[in-house]
Nanobody
Framework: QVQLVESGGGLVQPGGSLRLSCAAS????????LGWYRQAPGKERELVAT???????NYADSVKGRFTISRDNAKNTLYLQMNSLKPEDTAVYYC??????????WGKGTLVTVSS
């Protein structure tokens, strides 16, 4: 079993920055892909950014140029650097890990609120 714990959310003004972290623990083997997703109130969960084990990154159009996904393999930690935040970025942000066996793991989420 794999556990994912997100941190770093909070209240930030428009134009501000936050860095989210996702610490992974447990039986971490054969990671295929890591990602960040978000769910705004009243909306479905959507992809924000992903990074494959090989390092290929993918971003939603709405965050390209503002958000950066990265990972520290030694620390088993995934990051999401969010700059130039907008009110529409307000959501609960979830960390996701997919392994080579088809297993899919989720964290419990961290709330990001962008408001003046």
């Amino acid at each position: 079993q794999v556990q994912l714990v997100e941190s770093g959310g909070g209240l930030v003004q428009p134009g501000g920055s936050l860095r989210l972290s996702c610490a992974a623990s447990g039986n971490i083997v054969s990671i295929s892909i890591l990602g960040w997703y978000r769910q705004a109130p009243g909306k479905e969960r959507e992809l924000v950014a992903t990074i494959t084990w090989g390092g290929t990154k993918n971003y939603a159009d709405s965050v390209k140029g503002r958000f950066t996904i990265s990972r520290d393999n030694a620390k088993n930690t995934l990051y999401l650097q969010m700059n130039s935040l907008k009110p529409e970025d307000t959501a609960v942000y979830y960390c996701n890990l997919g392994d080579a066996y088809g297993n899919d793991y989720w964290g419990k989420g961290t709330l990001v609120t962008v408001s003046s």
